[in-house]
């Protein structure tokens, strides 16, 4: 959870203060509106990571952090699909394969977590 919501986080303030920076790595600044669709995104993110950072010690999976590994896990799968496609369709960046490796790792984390029965975290 610690790694998430850092992951999550730090995107979403790059994306939120300068968002032509990390859509010029991904070849993504041809379209007028997209600054204001990284901010709006970055929004989320910034979300998703907080309530990441605030669920770090809880008891996840079952039915007590369900709500919280769900959302993580869906926003995981459909951002590693995306990035998929979008690797496919032509964006040719090698930097978009370290989303798609990030993406793959919170699949299968979230994944185990949602699938698993709960336990409690030796960190504390």
């Given at each position: 959870?610690?790694?998430?919501?850092?992951?999550?986080?730090a995107?979403?303030?790059?994306?939120?203060?300068?968002?032509?920076l990390l859509l010029g790595l991904f070849h993504l600044t041809n379209s007028p509106?997209?600054?204001?669709?990284?901010?709006?995104?970055?929004?989320?993110?910034?979300?998703?990571?907080l309530i990441n950072w605030t669920a770090r010690g809880l008891?996840?999976?079952?039915?007590?952090?369900r709500a919280i590994v769900y959302g993580n896990f869906?926003?995981?799968?459909?951002?590693?699909?995306?990035?998929?496609?979008?690797r496919l369709n032509g964006v040719s960046n090698d930097y978009f394969w370290i989303e798609v490796f990030l993406y793959l790792i919170f699949v299968f984390a979230f994944g185990v977590m949602l699938f698993r029965s709960p336990r409690q975290s030796p960190i504390r």
């Open positions: 959870m610690i790694t998430s919501a850092c992951v999550f986080l995107h979403g303030i790059v994306l939120l203060f300068d968002p032509e509106g997209a600054p204001v669709s990284a901010q709006l995104f970055s929004a989320a993110l910034i979300g998703l990571g008891v996840l999976g079952g039915i007590y952090g869906a926003h995981a799968l459909i951002g590693f699909l995306l990035s998929i496609r979008a």
